[in-house]
C-alpha cells in the first residue's frame, strides 16, 4: 500500500475538524475496532443497530493514528481527531483517496440481479483472465486477487474492504476485474464512489422482501448500479427476456446491449442441445451465426453464458477467443461441480439446502439424465426442523435412491434429524441413513452404476461440517474425489 498518507493530506479539502497533530500517518484505514493495527484510521459511524463511537477507546488502545467521528473528545489521548457530522457519509471517499483510486485504474465490471450473478461472475473472470493479467474477483463464495483466494462473508463487501481489494488486484497485474453487487450494498452505499465501466442485469424474481418491503422498492436498489454507470462511454448489459432490466436501466445513458433466448436481442441464443456433459447452442449476433458449448447445464446457464459472452465481447474478445476459453471453464465451486471420476459414474456436489433449491437442481438433472439418480443429503440441525421432511419429499420426487446423512448438525443428534427428515419419504424402499457423511458418500458411490447420476447435496463449497459446536475440516469435494480414487 505504499508508505501511507498524513492526516492532513487524507482529509484535505473536506469539510471536516482535524484536532490533534494533522501530519500523523495513516497506514490503513478500518470501520471496524476489533481490525484496527497500528497506524490505521477509524471510522466511527453509527448505524441503526450500532454505534462505532463506544469502540473509540478500543481502537486508541489498539494504536490508531486517527479516529474519524462526529464529536471531539477532549479527553482522548493519542490518535488525531477528524471531527464530521456524519462519518458514514465521506467514508468512501477517504477509502478511495487512501487505496489511490484503485477503480478507475480497471475496466470494473458490475453484475445484479437475483439469480445468476455468481456463475456470470465466474464466466466472466475465466473469460477475462490471462497469464499476465488475471482478471479479479468479487463475490459470494470468494474474492480472487491474482493467485491468491480468499473466502467471502458477505457477497458484496464494505466499502472500505472493497477499495483494498480493488487496489491489490491493480498492484497484482489485474486490468479488469469483476464483482457481484447485490441491491443490499447499493441501498447500503458499500460501492460508492466505484468506478464501474459495465454493469449487468441477469434477471429479477421475489426475494429479500424482508428488508426491502416490495418488489418495487427491490427494483429500485438494483437499478442504482445503471445511475452509476449513467455515461456513454459506459457499457450496459440487459436480459432481453426480463422485462425487469429495462426497468432498472432507465434512462441511463449508458450504451444498452441486449442477451436473450426468448426475445430478440443482440446475442441470441438458439437451437440448444442439452446432456449431463453440458449444453450447446447457437449464438445468432449482427447476422451471424456461431455454435457455442459450454460444460455448464441448464438453459439459465446459457442465459449466463450470453451475459458473461455480450460481456466480453464488448470488452474486447473476439467469439473464436471467448469459444476457444468456454470450452475449458472449470464450473464455480460447489455449484453442480462435476467431480471427476473413472467409474463412468455422473457425480455432481451442489449447494442445494432448501426444499425449493433440491427441486430446481434435481429437476435439472432429471431433463439430462442417462439412467438413473441417486442423491446423498442431509438437514441443518439448530435449523427450521418444519421443513426437514419437505426437502426428503423433494428429493424422492426426483431420485431413484435417497442416503440420508448428517449435514452440520451442530448441537442436535444426526439421527434424530434424519429421522425427521425420513418422514417425508413415502416409499422407504428408496430409503437409506448413514448419519457418518463420508460413510454415506462412499456408499452412494458404490451403488452408483455407470451412467448413473449421483447428486451430493447440501454443502457445496463448504470446507468444514458444524459438529457439537467444533468445525471440523470436511470438504465433500475433497471426499468424492478420495472415495473414487479407490478401485470400485
Known amino acids: 500500500m505504499g508508505n501511507g498518507i498524513t492526516v492532513k493530506k487524507l482529509f484535505q479539502g473536506l469539510d471536516v475538524e482535524i484536532k490533534g497533530c494533522k501530519d500523523l500517518e495513516v497506514t490503513g484505514v478500518c470501520s471496524h475496532s476489533k481490525f ?43 490518535p488525531a481527531q477528524v471531527i464530521h457530522p456524519h462519518p458514514d457519509r465521506i467514508e468512501a471517499e477517504i477509502a478511495d483517496r487512501f487505496f489511490r483510486y484503485p477503480s478507475q485504474e480497471l475496466f470494473l465490471i458490475g453484475i445484479t440481479g437475483t439469480n445468476g450473478k455468481t456463475t456470470t461472475s465466474y464466466l466472466i473472470h475465466h473469460l477475462l483472465t490471462r497469464k499476465e493479467s488475471p482478471c479479479g474477483l468479487m463475490g459470494t463464495i470468494e474474492t480472487m486477487i491474482g493467485q491468491h483466494r480468499i473466502p467471502s462473508e458477505l457477497t458484496t463487501a464494505d466499502i472500505v474492504t472493497n477499495q483494498k481489494f480493488l ?45 426491502h418491503g416490495t418488489m418495487e422498492n ?11 454507470i449513467d455515461a456513454p462511454e459506459k457499457i450496459a448489459v440487459l436480459n432481453a427476456d426480463d422485462a425487469a432490466s429495462l426497468q432498472a436501466f432507465g434512462a441511463s445513458r449508458a450504451k444498452a446491449v441486449t442477451f436473450g433466448i426468448e426475445s430478440p436481442a443482440d446475442y441470441q441464443a438458439k437451437g440448444m442441445h442439452r446432456d449431463l456433459e453440458g449444453t450447446s447452442f447457437i449464438l445468432a ?14 438453459d439459465f446457464n446459457v442465459l449466463n453464458a450470453l451475459a458473461a459472452i455480450a460481456a466480453c ?28 471420476n473413472d467409474r463412468g459414474i455422473h457425480l455432481f456436489v451442489d449447494f442445494a439446502h432448501t426444499p425449493e433449491a433440491l427441486e430446481k437442481v434435481l429437476s435439472l438433472l432429471t431433463q439430462v439424465k442417462e439412467k438413473k439418480i441417486l442423491t446423498i443429503f442431509g438437514c441443518g440441525g439448530d435449523r427450521d426442523p418444519s421443513k426437514r421432511p419437505k426437502m426428503a419429499a423433494a428429493v424422492e420426487k426426483f431420485s431413484d435412491h435417497v442416503i440420508l446423512t448428517s449435514d452440520n448438525p451442530r448441537s442436535e443428534d444426526p439421527m434424530e434429524i434424519c429421522l425427521e427428515a425420513a418422514k417425508g419419504i413415502r416409499e422407504t424402499r428408496k430409503l ?24 451430493l447435496a447440501g454443502r457445496g463449497h463448504e470446507p468444514f461440517q458444524k459438529i457439537g459446536g467444533r468445525l471440523i475440516p470436511f470438504d465433500d469435494r475433497e471426499v468424492a474425489r478420495e472415495i473414487c480414487s479407490h478401485s470400485p
Open 313 to 340: 465481447h464488448q470488452r474486447g474478445l473476439t467469439f473464436e477467443q471467448i469459444q476457444r476459453r468456454l470450452a475449458t471453464f472449470p464450473g464455480i465451486p460447489g455449484r453442480l461441480e462435476r467431480i471427476q
Open 36 to 78: 484496527v493495527a497500528p497506524g490505521n484510521l477509524f471510522i466511527a459511524k453509527k448505524g441503526t443497530n450500532f454505534d462505532a463511537t463506544e469502540f473509540i477507546p478500543d481502537a486508541a488502545s489498539a494504536g490508531a493514528t486517527a479516529i474519524l467521528t462526529d464529536l471531539y473528545n477532549p479527553f482522548l489521548e493519542g
Open 218 to 228: 427491490y427494483l429500485a436498489a438494483k437499478a442504482k448500479l445503471f445511475k452509476i
Open 167 to 211: 487496489r491489490e488486484m491493480r498492484d497484482q497485474g489485474a486490468e479488469n476485474g469483476v464483482m457481484e453487487v447485490t441491491s443490499h450494498a447499493l441501498e447500503q452505499g458499500r460501492v460508492a464512489g466505484l468506478d464501474f465501466d459495465m454493469a449487468i442485469f441477469t434477471n429479477f424474481s421475489q426475494d429479500h422482501l424482508d428488508y
Open 285 to 298: 449476433h449482427q447476422g451471424k451465426e456461431r455454435r457455442f458449448k459450454i460444460p455448464l447445464i441448464g
Open 432 to 455: 437409506l441413513i448413514e448419519v457418518d457423511r463420508k460413510a454415506a458418500i462412499a456408499k452412494g458411490i458404490e451403488l452408483a452404476k455407470p451412467g448413473d447420476v449421483v447428486l
